[in-house]
């Protein structure tokens, strides 16, 4: 029977990345740097905040190709509001984040929540 540590080993959250009031630039420009490289098949949860109201999304980088999806069906965020989003992604999958204009960040936490092979 799995101890109550062997369950936060496999059930996380393990972080990957946090910027706390970080300005960004617009556009198609990464704001994270390293990007995050997922170990295994799993669920990241994205907590986000930002104080102008712009679009954010994410960038999943698969077999050398990018996409870049928008959160909130494409619409801004609202400023200074608090936002979470899960995603599954694959092994090997490279995860960054984009924002459709100049922004400061008030928190951007990206955790690995579930994970196969953890």
């Not at 496999?10 to 706390?20: E, H, R």
């Not at 420009?29 to 799993?42: E, K, Q």
């Not at 909130?72 to 899960?86: E, G, K, P, R, S």
Request: no cysteine.
């Amino acid at each position: 029977m799995p101890t109550n540590e062997d369950l936060k080993i496999i059930f996380g959250p393990i972080p990957q990345a946090t910027l706390f009031d970080t300005g960004v630039a617009a556009g198609s420009t990464d704001i994270l740097a390293p990007d995050i490289t997922l170990p295994n098949d799993g669920v990241i949860r994205v907590t986000v905040s930002e104080n102008t109201g712009v679009v954010f999304g994410i960038g999943v980088t698969r077999a050398g190709v990018q996409v870049v999806m928008w959160y909130n069906a494409a619409v801004a965020l609202t400023a200074d509001a608090l936002y979470m989003f899960d995603i599954g992604l694959r092994a090997g999958d490279i995860v960054n984040f984009q924002t459709s204009a100049a922004t400061t960040l008030n928190l951007l936490n990206v955790d690995l929540v579930s994970a196969v092979g953890v």
